[in-house]
């Protein structure tokens, strides 16, 4: 017999439980740590670059040849692409659930190598990426110069040039986002001075390809040589061009005569923006920063804590008045969870403890269950590294919640053992090898009444079934591993350190004689009640019909939905202006919303990023958005100072702007589902639909939407079209005049 095994070997007992121990103290240092399981479906996102295309282009010449290669590829569910007139491609390709990342990304990869022949020369030499990053902000770390000395160009350089490559080579950063860019040569040309030499830009664009070049020379010595020789030495030349002077000297058009016409003739040269697209501020200080994106099944708290770490070396060699922020961090949100979740189960711990030994008033029988709990659940944390799963609310809130049940099976075994040693005057041992031999059975039924009522959870599909399996899984594990500690650990326990007591109620002095004499009165009045209930009990049928009917009434009227909003400390605002707004538009707009947040609710922020250029809809000189830090959670009391509360009240306020659209949103309650709470609708063409018709189509279902008094924040999910100014090219003239111009050609460009 299993529990007579162990109850002769104590030793080998205490050598089980500790190797548990230790394993689970291994487990917990190993698991990822999240707020939720990973239910947002695996994905893989591929970007490249157009310069100069209209939107029109990108998806004509890139995106639809990118779409026609993803086809055959194992697991795919779907893909969505965008195409911007900043001439940006995207394509999200999403993958059932269980996909292995890293095997989706290869065939993605290889399919995309597969088109790069049929794409533009201007996207090749720009390159394809593919990555596997999760689409949701892990966090925001941001530069900025409390002193307002510096310019946002000289922030960005450095973010892009010093910062970004430690942050992006830090394990579980899946890729960075930079707000800004590096120095970069611009040329302005001037076209007047073009026409009066008789160039082109085309001219320009060759001569600098010629001269800006890195020429290798080889070496001098090199073998085979010629005998005696006596020196090798690498020959340099010529290498790339650095200052805004070797620019202007470079060679546009010369004549035997010795004129010379140079690129500093033509056009003005200097250092500046790699991109003027985008201006960044935080708290009204100029800025720049990089947005992290996690990589799958990374652990969010310590990818943070990493990225911290790196970012905060680079504080002291950065110039004066130079500071870092995060003004937006999903981890606090999910360190405060964990850590709530935590308390509340040592609090369960100790509640069981202090139950245990107010109804057993042995410390040598309390020290049995109070064992047994710590090696249950750290045997549960071992199963769930097992199963790849991760340390998050719901994982913790079964742990939680099997604390009464598990505890349980190791009180049965000693209260019955007692009992026996009380009545019979049995030995520790025998009354543990009988009690044992009486109770097994039982203890192996409830454990299994008890997992039949829960482990359905875990065949659920689709993103519930993700949520409610570990939920499932972990009280399931806790139950089977209590009756295996009940099975071995407790009855050795109960051999060795139970001893004989004298528990008669009647003569016991003390607290423990009060409340035991209370308990018999108590129990012996429950008791008559119920044989008094049970002489009538179709009476009762009355009252417990209403009882149910109350409780079905109650729940038709309860509001559902996927999961609870949460006060997650972090906020959006998106901002639209209409189409062909200029970047100067969208700053006034900025400007105005940070008024709003800095200034009328000041008392319940900690920071706040702005974006000009870019927001979650898309990258346009019209579009804007904020990443909003509240203050802390102890610091905004009351339901008028939630995160959501602040937000609607700001949708609603800044309505009055009249130059833009501004919503203030909250993030999901899990990442990964959308950028905000709420839910995305795709409106697909069908055949013969074109874009004028789905367009008119779009129009409608959000006018009809935002009349539903049950939807709020009803926005469309793409930027306005950007104006074009359409050029037809007269052909004859235009060979007439000498221009290689070869067929009709429209050229776009935002108005």
Known sequence: MLARFFANRPVFAWVITIAVILAGIASIRALPIAAYPDVALPSVNISAGYPGASAETVEN????????????????????????????????????????????????????????????????????????????????????????????????????????????????VGSIQIFGGSYAMRIWLDPTKLQAFRLMPSDVEGAIATQNVQVSAGKIGQQPAPPGQQLNATVTAQSKLRTPQQFRDIILKYDPSGATVRLGDVARVELGNESYDVTVRLNSHPASGCAILLAPNANALEVADNVKKVASSFQRVMPAGWKISYPFDSTKFIRLSIEEVVKTLIEAVLLVIVVMFVFLQSWRATLIPVIAVPVVMLGTFCVLRVL???????????????????????????????????????????ATVRSMKEITAALIGVATVLSAVFLPMAFFTGSTGVIYRQFSITIVTSMLLSVFVALTVTPALCASLLRHTNHDHATQRGPFGWFNRGFDRMTGG???VVAWMTKGPLKWIVPYGGIVALMALILSRLPTGFLPPEDQGIGFALWTLPSGASLSRTQEVSKTVEGHFLGFEKKNMSSMFTVSGFNFIGSGQNAGMAFIEFADWDKREGKDNTAAAISNRATGMLQAIRDAQVFALTPPAIQGLGQSEGFDFELQATAGTDRAGLAKARDQLLGMAAKNPKLVAVRRGDLPETPQLNITIDQAKASAQGVGASGQRRIDTQG
């Open 388 to 430: 790849g799963y991760t340390i998050n609310t719901l994982t913790m809130f079964g742990l939680v919640l099997s604390i009464g049940l598990l505890v349980d099976d190791a009180i049965v075994v000693v209260e019955n053992v007692e009992r026996l040693m009380r009545d019979e005057k049995l030995s520790p041992l025998d």
């Open 526 to 528: 429950y008791a008559r």
């Open 61 to 172: 010449s890139v995106t639809q040849v990118l779409e026609q290669q993803l086809t055959g590829i194992d697991g795919l569910v779907y893909f969505s692409s965008s195409s911007s007139s900043a001439g940006q491609a995207g394509i999200n390709v999403t993958f059932k659930q269980g996909t292995n990342p890293d095997t989706a990304q290869v065939q993605v990869q290889n399919k995309v190598q597969q088109a790069i022949p049929r794409l533009p020369p201007a996207v090749q030499q720009q390159g394809i990426v593919v990555s596997k990053a999760q689409n949701n902000f892990l966090m925001v770390v941001v530069i900025y110069d409390s002193n307002d000395k510096t310019t946002e160009a000289d922030i960005s350089d450095y973010v892009a040039s010093t910062i970004q490559d430690p942050i992006a080579r830090v394990d579980g």
